[in-house]
């Protein structure tokens, strides 16, 4: 027989121990005289008073068992995704525990288990002796003493408070005679309310098998393959002989087994001995080579493949609900010990193309680029999370993830307080909050804004002072951004700069909004920073500067393709405890975020850069209609590609996890790195596209299509360039310098514009300015009447030339006479006629108005 290896024992030499071991002998006696006056006989004892004073009822708690995560498959069935525990046990019945099992229990650690009233008086005699005398500690106590001993164990282990875990531990294990008499109590009162029946079933099943194997059935299985119903004489002798000291004698460790196969033997010698078995079936098991095979329970998400980022965050949602317990430490022992069945939201058609599809175009690693991308989609209206990938591979042990960059615990997906990163910026998607703002202002699509990226020649600037912001305020140098791949943009309207993705348009658009608007807007929408920080709201974030997590976008873009009615993220369906008692998991909270007319006209909008715009890559092309918006940070360090159908909506986020390496500058898989998010998320939406279908989206409100007011051009003639730009812009048109050109008025002034001042124009269209070089002068006098000679000398500052025109003439035809066929062409005769103005000026060019100083003057004289 193998006994616990030696340890020391207090010797306290107090009236406590020597009372304490009466009351054990006491106990002793009542127990060998009838189990049922081993309570009642005592109370009279006047000695055992600190026996009467001990609990007599233990409560049994559910043991701890696996806790397991699944996903439905198309046909109903159950996917095991993967399983959590503190101790790997799973709790079978009786009945399903082989025979040899428990006979095995009760010959070798309890043979007088079904005739003793819980103390076994000689087994128990034999360890006090032992213990009180400073032996070794040896074995005696029951089966139903072990069970009691366990269960204290149990819910010490239980305890989520590591310093009363400690305490408690400490208390149940203590080598002492107090702890001892404890036991006993607790045993005598457990056989008074339980049947053996029953305490032989709880015993299997809370003992320990080695490591965190606990239980019969889960030691069946790791240690030999099998139920534990199968277990051989042979295989159920060496499990109990585990129990006697379980991590000295598990299996799964080679230079255990000649020490657990010369348990095992004793344990079938013991069953020989009690009639268990026969010499036949003694020596054909003592003969069986001792092989176990090893059969891992999996643990963890790292066993739940291309799902393991959405198994991690599933782990997170249960330790951040207060649901499942007051602290983060009582959430997470009760998922661990709980024996959960936690269905979740999974799709495993859909995610299986997410996870091809990240396969596929994204590495795990590439050289000189810390590459990261992820991939989620949400069902509409329910906030269902149906797939939540990415590119590396799932790991949350250090060492792997120290040393190896394909693998990381963080997931990409989701918020810093759900196992994720801080976020990404999210580039130009931002842009559809920026819009939903703009209609609910009370602009339409049809606006025009002002889009150009250059003004005059220079890099347009944006003075901070011409922005609004109610939550942050402005203030700050003038400030400048680009468009994408150098588009010049221009004079175009919101529905075009939302397709075409005109950077500069939507700051142009943002102008005429308060910044702290379009934040809320977003918000509205559930729209955070991953970082829990609050979004900032200047005007660069109008194009996408806040870092969000894909999971964020893509519930925001399930929001506007539900008409506006977001609903907050769920990833757990039904949760049902060990006993099958449902557990209230987190539901989807829905709210009407933004008017159905609103959220209609954007996904108008963002149908559009599907169809024709910056996301035409990203169309299945079949026959479902989808609508979406591109991103791009500078340099594309970030790329994103969000979209949905009425049913579906996913959020694709390729980029760097650090750094800021252009994805121009690479290729995956023969296509440009910051093209790759199209390829993801098409792949993906083709397969939702199937299994959920679409409807129509309903279509932009009429009332937002239009394209604003119009506008009066003023009268400028005469003002600064400055001044006339700032009474132009304040009617909201768009204005540009056309240059000097000849004027009278002083250098600088403006001389006209084009259109024309009193023009009816629409809003934000582009006025020309042109001013004043300053070069005309008044022109010349007029000298026509006067004679040659005074009109020179009026003119003498002048450069003048003289044009001489002969004076009329009268003139009449003179017929000959006669007649005659055919008639006679008539001669012209003209004879010189009245000439008053001989000699004088009867024209001058120019005259009056106002000339360059340098001007000719040419005057016409009659002869």
């Avoid at 095995?104 to 043979?111: G, H, K, L, N, R």
């Avoid at 008074?192 to 889960?218: C, D, H, M, P």
């Avoid at 249960?318 to 983060?328: K, M, Q, S, V």
């Avoid at 799932?394 to 693998?407: A, G, I, K, R």
Wanted: net charge negative; glycine share 10%; charged share 15%.
């Amino acid at each position: 027989m193998f006994a616990n290896a030696p340890k020391s024992v207090r010797q306290t030499g107090g009236l406590l121990t020597l009372v304490g071991m009466s009351a054990v002998a006491a106990v002793l006696v009542a127990a060998s005289v009838t189990p049922a006056m081993a309570v009642t006989g005592l109370a009279a004892n006047s000695t055992l008073g600190i026996f009467n004073d001990l609990p007599d009822y233990l409560q049994i708690d559910e043991l701890a068992q696996k806790t397991s995560i699944y996903a439905k498959a198309n046909d109903g069935k159950d996917v095991l995704l993967a399983s959590f525990y503190a101790q790997d046990r799973e709790e079978v019945d009786l009945k399903d525990i082989s025979r040899y099992v428990v006979d095995a229990a009760v010959a070798t650690e309890d043979p007088r288990f079904y005739q003793h009233g819980g103390v076994d008086l000689i087994g128990t005699a034999r360890a006090m002796l032992s213990n009180f005398v400073g032996g070794s500690v040896q074995g005696g106590s029951s089966i139903t003493q072990q069970y009691v001993k366990n269960v204290l164990v149990q819910k010490a282990e239980g305890l989520s408070d590591p310093e009363a875990r400690k305490v408690a531990y400490a208390a149940a294990t203590a080598t002492s005679a107090e702890r001892k008499l404890k036991e006993m109590k607790l045993a005598i009162g457990l056989e008074q309310n339980y049947t053996k029946e029953q305490i032989l079933s709880g015993y299997l099943n809370i003992a320990s098998f080695g490591g965190r194997v606990y239980g019969i059935q889960s030691a069946a299985k790791y240690y030999f393959g099998v139920n534990a119903k199968d277990l051989t004489l042979a295989q159920a002798a060496s499990l109990i002989a585990t129990v006697n000291n379980p991590n000295n004698l598990r299996i799964d460790q080679e230079e255990n087994l000649e020490n657990n196969k010369t348990r095992r033997d004793y344990v079938l010698s013991r069953m020989l001995a009690e009639g268990k078995i026969t010499q036949k079936e003694h020596d054909a098991a003592v003969a069986t080579k001792l092989e176990p095979k090893i059969t891992p329970s999996s643990t963890g998400c790292q066993t739940a493949g291309n799902a393991a980022y959405f198994c991690d965050y599933v782990t997170w949602i249960i330790r951040n609900d207060p649901a499942f317990g007051r602290t983060e430490d009582d959430r997470w022992n009760a998922f661990q010990r709980g024996g959960w069945k936690i269905m979740t939201s999974l799709n495993l058609n859909v995610q299986a193309a997410a996870a091809d599809g990240e396969a596929t175009w994204v590495p795990t690693t590439y050289d000189g680029l810390d590459i990261g991308s992820a991939a989620v989609s949400v069902e509409v209206g329910t906030g269902r999370v149906l797939a939540m990938v990415q590119n590396k591979n799932y790991s949350n042990d250090p060492e792997v993830t120290q040393t190896d960059p394909s693998y990381t615990s963080v997931n990409y997906s989701t918020d810093y307080l759900y196992g994720g990163s801080s976020g990404f910026q999210v580039g130009s998607t931002y842009k559809i909050f920026a819009l939903a703002e703009w209609l609910k202002a009370g602009h339409g699509l049809g606006e025009m804004v002002d889009g150009r990226a250059e003004i005059d020649g220079a890099k347009r600037k944006w003075a901070m002072s011409s922005f609004t912001n109610s939550c942050e305020g402005v203030g700050g140098p003038d400030w400048s951004t680009v468009n994408d791949g150098g588009n010049a943009g221009g004079i175009i309207d919101a529905l075009t700069a939302t397709t075409n993705s005109i950077n500069t348009a939507y700051i142009a658009m943002s102008q005429k909004l308060d910044l702290c608007e379009i934040r809320k807007t977003a918000e509205s929408l559930l729209v955070h920073r991953a970082d829990g920080n609050t979004l900032t709201s200047g005007p660069a974030s109008t194009l996408g500067t806040n870092e969000i997590s894909p999971l964020t976008m893509a519930v925001a873009v399930a929001g506007i393709a539900n008409q506006g009615k977001v609903c907050s993220p769920v990833a757990i369906d039904k949760i049902t405890d060990a006993k099958g008692k449902e557990i209230l998991p987190p539901k989807t909270v829905c709210t009407q975020a933004v008017t159905p007319q609103v959220a209609n006209t954007v996904a108008y909008a963002m149908g559009t850069v599907i169809s024709n715009g910056t996301a035409t890559a990203s169309n299945p092309q079949d026959g479902i209609p989808v609508v979406g918006k591109t991103g791009t940070t500078d340099s594309a360090v970030h790329t994103w590609m969000v979209g949905a159908s009425t049913k579906v909506a996913t959020a694709v986020w390729v980029g760097n996890v650090v750094g800021f390496s252009s994805l121009y500058n690479y290729n995956f898989n023969g296509v440009a790195g910051n093209k790759v998010r199209h390829q993801i998320w098409r792949e993906i939406m083709t397969q939702a596209n199937a299994i959920f279908g679409g409807d129509a989206f309903p279509g932009a409100d009429p009332t937002m299509m239009g394209g604003g007011r119009s506008a009066l051009i003023p009268e400028t003639r005469g003002l600064s360039y400055d001044q006339a730009k700032q009474l132009l812009e304040a009617s909201g048109l768009s204005v540009q310098n056309g240059g000097a050109i000849d004027s009278e008025l002083a250098v600088g002034k403006v001389v006209r514009t084009d259109p024309a001042t009193g023009t009816q124009v629409n809003g934000a269209a582009l006025v020309t300015i042109y001013t004043s070089n300053g070069t005309l002068v008044a022109g010349p006098p007029s000298q026509v009447g006067m004679t040659e000679a005074d009109a020179l000398a009026a003119l003498s500052k002048w450069n003048t030339r003289v044009i001489y025109v002969d004076p009329p003439q009268d003139c009449k035809e003179d017929t000959p006479a006669g007649g005659g066929t055919p008639t006679p062409t008539p001669t012209v005769i003209c004879t010189p006629g009245p000439n008053p103005d001989q000699g004088k000026v009867i024209k001058q060019k120019p005259s009056g108005g106002f000339v360059k100083p340098t001007a000719t003057v040419t005057l016409t004289v009659q002869n």
